[in-house]
């Protein structure tokens, strides 16, 4: 069973920084791909970034590009979404999700994702 953890959501005025991460555990983590989703209020949940754990080849959303950087630390388990530039409408719970399954494609839509963190909440006030 794999178990994904996520931390270093808070407040942060827009025009400023956050450095997601997400810590995943279980007896033999090798996944295919890490990808970051967010769900703000009454919206559904949207792919944000996805990185390949095999190669580190990466994919971003329209909305984040040039803004977020995706990365991952594959001795540590480890899997980052540093944000800069932020804007309120990036307020959203943000989640990180892994996929087991061999792909040829990114993996940007969530119902190809079988193991999902509990989600940390980022608020951008203007």
């Known amino acids: 069973q794999v178990q994904l953890v996520e931390s270093g959501g808070g407040l942060v005025q827009a025009g400023g920084s956050l450095r997601l991460s997400c810590a995943a555990s279980?007896?033999?983590?090798?996944?295919?791909?890490m990808g970051w989703f967010r769900q703000g209020p009454g919206k559904e949940r949207e792919f944000v970034a996805v990185?390949?754990?095999?190669?580190?080849?990466?994919f971003y959303a329209d909305s984040v590009k040039g803004r977020f950087t995706i990365s991952r630390d594959n001795a540590k388990n480890m899997v980052y979404l540093q944000m800069n530039s932020l804007k309120p409408e990036d307020t959203a719970v943000y989640y990180c999700?892994?996929?087991?399954?061999?792909?040829?494609?990114?993996?940007?839509?969530?119902?190809?994702?079988?193991?999902w963190g509990q989600g940390t909440q980022v608020t951008v006030s203007s």
């Open positions: 990185v390949k754990w095999s190669g580190g080849s990466t």
């Open positions: 279980g007896r033999t983590f090798s996944p295919d791909a």
């Open positions: 999700a892994a996929d087991s399954r061999q792909r040829f494609l990114f993996q940007r839509s969530p119902l190809l994702y079988d193991y």
